[in-house]
């Protein structure tokens, strides 16, 4: 067992995320934690935004476990990161401008995790066996 942080998304957010479409999760708070974490899909829906998204053959599962990522940096948002994060992917992004925090995310990798899990606010730990994110 390993211990490993966990970061809680709304659909369709996590599963963006895990299929490597979004690679920065934005919060009104900054990390200086650098490393992997975990990619949780909570029970919240963005309603409106699972809209845009329904036509992609994708899966929105709940209580899941998806990925396991890096957070690679954390940049304070400013119209020129989010003019370059907008053009990178409109896709996931839209043209919204946004306040606060990019956290980039780097080696996103999908993982099986079969066990439905409560989520979280905030970074949070769970003991996880290490052949489940291999």
Known sequence: MIKLKVLTLRQPWATLVSE?????????WKTKYRGK??????????K???KKYKNMNLEFPSRKILAVVEIEDCLELDEELNNKIISE?????GNKVRTGYAWKLNNIKKINYDKEVNGQLGLWNIDINEENIK
Do not use: C, P
Not at 20 to 28: A, L, M, N, T
Not at 37 to 46: E, K, Q, S, W, Y
């Open 37 to 46: 974490v975990l990619i949780h899909a909570g029970t919240g829906i963005d």
């Open 89 to 93: 992917n409109n896709i996931a992004y």
């Open 48 to 50: 409106e935004d699972m």
């Open 20 to 28: 490597g479409i979004k690679r920065y999760e934005f919060r009104s």
